[in-house]
């Protein structure tokens, strides 16, 4: 199947870390995304990692990926209000340049 | 650099009409992909092209095509429009098609509403 499942909603206090999870289901996934909406715009690519690497990091932001789990999670770290949007877990399978979207997790700053 | 541009940013059809949507992807891109992102979900795959010529297609109906013309930029039609056509339709640029476009930037989109 084509599924990429993650959580709808989460919120966070400002200055402190927010983990969003995310399980995808094709095997033959080569990059996994995080992408970035903000109201009324587009998608921001923040950072992939290729299917053969553990984790990445850069800057505030830091990918794990459990192969075996089919499991992708994104660290931010230091939350700030600005980080509030929409984020997209998504996948690139290995037969085509598709990239499959999850429906997105809503992050919500608290003060 | 100009990152990838979209026309229009919003648009109103009715039912039954055709519509155009149009891309410029990054300089230097090579490949477009569109995307339909409807309200509350994440974007659904509609298209690939590369070099003109059409890489992938994802699950929509023969109401929806598009084309690259030879500097890069895409059109995306949808004839017949129905109401649930109404969405966010994406442009990502890419600089290599298939197997390497793996750095996908988006645009920020057209929004179509069809009454």
């Known amino acids: 199947g084509e599924d990429v499942e993650q959580s709808l909603f989460l919120s966070v206090r400002e200055g402190d870390s927010s983990v969003i999870n995310c399980t995808y289901t094709d095997s033959s996934s080569t990059y996994l995304y995080w992408y970035k909406q903000e109201p009324g715009a587009g998608l921001q690519l923040l950072t992939y990692?290729?299917?053969?690497?553990d984790m990445k990091q850069d800057q505030r932001l830091t990918v794990l990926l459990n192969k075996k789990d089919k499991h992708l999670s994104l660290r931010i770290a230091d939350t700030q209000t600005g980080d509030s949007a929409i984020y997209f877990c998504a996948e690139m399978q290995d037969r085509d340049d598709k990239i499959i979207f999850g429906k997105g997790t809503r992050l919500h700053i608290l003060p | 650099d100009a990152g990838v541009t979209q026309s229009p940013t919003h648009l109103i059809k009715t039912r039954g009409q055709q519509v155009t949507l149009r891309c410029s992807p990054i300089s230097g891109h090579k490949s477009v992909s569109w995307y339909q992102q409807v309200l509350g979900q994440g974007p659904q795959f509609i298209f690939q092209?590369?070099?003109?010529?059409?890489?992938g297609r994802g699950n929509f109906p023969d109401r929806f095509s598009a084309r690259q013309f030879p500097n890069y930029s895409s059109e995306l039609n949808v004839n017949a429009l129905l109401l649930g056509d109404s969405a966010l339709y994406l442009c990502?640029?890419?600089?290599?098609?298939?197997?390497?476009?793996?750095?996908?930037?988006f645009g920020p989109g057209t929004r179509l509403t069809v009454t």
């Open positions: 990692i290729f299917s053969n690497m």
């Open positions: 990502a640029s890419s600089l290599v098609g298939r197997g390497d476009s793996y750095e996908q930037y």
């Open positions: 092209y590369y070099e003109k010529e059409e890489r």
